[in-house]
């Protein structure tokens, strides 16, 4: 019960604070409200407890044998980052009497896990620290996974519910505009650690 707390801390430290899942999670209950945001939230609190199922059950070990497969992930990842910021920098709930971007379905909320920095270092540093060898890996893994679930939840619902909040002070188009444009560039700066060698 104790590593489940420890776990779970882990969890809630690293998920609740912002991050590119957070930052689109909140431009998206800015740009599409509650309802319409469902399918994002739901595809990240069951994608990124599967990635993490994922790599503690020998996706770590793949890269480790072909390390050039991570780089085409990271650089993968920072290029579509740069384009989700790009669509969130144009997006706009109203514009022209009609929606213009959509919000992110389950499926590629999901899928963007893999390519998310934070996802990662997150996942691998979860299995890295809570599993041991001296146990049987897969009930271990299982158990961070449902963790990182139950945490997940609440926390992205703290970051929707935070863009629902601001789309009541954001009385304009122009201001609307200022906010998706902010939340752009914080995603870019999100990403720069990972623009290294």
């Known amino acids: 019960m104790e590593l489940i707390l420890t776990i779970a801390l882990f969890a809630f430290s690293s998920g609740i604070t912002p991050g590119p899942n957070n930052i689109m999670l909140m431009s998206s209950g800015v740009n599409f409200g509650v309802k319409r945001s469902l399918p994002h939230l739901s595809g990240i609190c069951i994608g990124f407890p599967a990635m993490v199922l994922a790599i503690g059950l020998g ?15 990271k650089y993968v990842g920072i290029g579509y980052m740069l384009y989700l910021a790009w669509l969130i920098a144009n997006s706009s709930a109203k514009m022209k009497g009609k929606n213009t971007v959509a ?6 909320a999901a899928a963007f896990q893999w390519v998310n920095p934070k996802a990662w270092i997150m996942g691998i540093g979860a299995v890295a ?4 060898m001296s146990h ?13 679930f139950f945490i997940a939840v609440p926390s992205a619902l703290v970051w ?8 009541r002070i954001l009385k304009n188009q122009k201001q609307q505009k200022i906010f998706n444009v902010t939340m ?12 290294r060698p």
């Open 59 to 73: 996706l770590s070990a793949i890269f480790q044998t072909y390390p050039v497969l991570h780089t085409i992930i």
């Open 103 to 108: 919000p992110l379905s389950f499926m590629q």
């Open 129 to 132: 620290t809570f599993t041991s």
């Open 136 to 148: 049987a890996l897969a009930p271990q893994v299982l158990t961070i996974s449902l963790v990182f």
């Open 160 to 167: 929707l519910g935070f863009g629902v909040a601001l789309k």
């Open 184 to 195: 752009a560039l914080l995603l870019v700066l999100s990403i720069l650690p990972m623009i």
